[in-house]
């Protein structure tokens, strides 16, 4: 019945208008900007005097200071270029990051001057420190997670290690059995959005504020709205509890499932197209919607946080492990005995490693004698 009345949930909300106009006030947008650091020490702070349109957000966890950078969020006038001054610890930025990429900036003694493109919509993700690796029909979003970023939830006791190395390993073995059952290509054929798998943010970017820690492993819908989005809690031990699911732009009730429980993703036409279940164990089942399931379980004793295993329906077991160096900027996943090495940005988690083959030259015709 769960599965049921959370699919009805789904479809009833398509024709739901998208929330985004509710993140401006008048004719001002929101952005985060992030000062790279040169070394530790004192971050810079926005000087009102340089835009007296624009106005600081105070609102916990929308702003950061640690070892690697300064994030500043502030709300500034819609489609206007803009220069804004920043004092302070101005000798010790090094980089200025807007979304995804750098924007221009001058220093003059210990003052700051960003240069800001005209803004249309929202800008806040530039402290996100995550690395997409995107593949047919399917996007994997791999969080970084720097103790010394540490912030929100997570900015005091434990640093959750041993839950971020297992969820490292269970969107990898998630992106094996999507590889091996051929779901990304299916779904982007059938025109039925994008799968989504990510992990948990520890520094509390734009005050997402992604507690407990978690995965995913979400069908993006076209226009977002309707997106059933399950939260696969890991415990300290490591292993899967249970997940809770929201449908996106629906004020529907969220759903438990707990171990032993299965719950089925649908499309936006109503169709099944895979489902989880998160085993007596603590491991997780995968597969097509009515289909035998791949099975990913702990390649060792205990939980995930070792490394996983995924065995799929007439295949030989196939065992995955991750490790993320944060100094270098290197994540290295090895399946079995391929290792794939991906360079990223240690400032943004943007990655660097080639991900497409370059195009061949116009007179090159391949199987043409």
């Known amino acids: 019945m769960k ?8 479809l009833v909300v398509i024709g739901v208008a998208s929330p985004a106009a509710a993140q401006r006030t008048g004719d001002q947008v929101r952005v985060v900007l992030k000062f790279v650091k040169r070394a530790a020490g004192a971050g810079v702070r926005f000087d009102p005097a340089t835009c007296a349109a624009c106005s600081p957000i105070t609102d916990a966890n929308w702003n950061a200071d640690n070892d690697r950078e300064t994030v500043i969020a502030l709300w500034i006038p819609r489609m206007r270029t803009l220069e804004l001054g920043f004092d302070h610890g101005a000798a010790n930025v090094r980089r200025v990051i807007l979304e995804g990429g750098d924007v221009p900036f001058n220093r003059e003694g210990n003052r700051l001057t960003v240069a800001m493109p ?5 800008a806040v993700t530039a402290a996100e420190v995550a690395t997409h690796i995107v593949e047919p029909g399917m996007v994997l979003r791999f969080e970084h997670a720097d103790p010394a970023r540490r912030a929100g939830v997570y900015a005091q006791g434990l640093f959750p290690a041993v839950q971020r190395a297992a969820a490292n390993a269970l969107e990898f073995a998630q992106r094996e059995v999507v590889r091996e059952l051929g779901l990304g290509e299916w779904v982007e054929r059938n025109h039925l959005g994008r799968i989504q798998i990510m992990g948990f943010d520890t520094n509390a970017p734009h005050d997402h504020r992604d507690a407990p820690p978690h995965i995913h492993m979400h069908l993006r819908w076209p226009d977002n709205t309707g997106t059933q989005i399950g939260h696969y809690y890991i415990g300290e031990d490591g292993l899967l509890s249970h997940n809770v699911v929201g449908v996106k732009g629906s004020g529907a009730p969220q759903h438990r499932f707990g171990r032993g429980q299965p719950f089925t993703t649908v499309a936006p036409d109503g169709r099944a197209i895979y489902t989880h279940r998160i085993t007596p164990e603590g491991w997780l089942e995968l597969g097509r919607a009515g289909a035998a399931p791949c099975v990913i379980r702990p390649s ?6 070792a490394g996983a295993s995924v065995a799929c329906p007439g295949m030989a077991p196939r065992r995955i492990a991750v490790a993320d160096d944060l100094a270098a900027g290197v994540l290295t996943v090895d399946t079995d005995t391929v290792r794939e090495v991906f360079r990223y940005d240690r400032d943004t988690g943007a990655l660097l490693s080639p991900s497409a083959v370059p195009v061949p030259p116009p007179s090159v015709f391949v199987n043409d004698g």
């Open 300 to 305: 060792g004793n205990g939980g995930f946080a």
């Open 118 to 122: 005209p803004v249309a919509a929202e």
């Open 3 to 10: 599965v049921a009345g959370l699919a009805a949930a789904v």
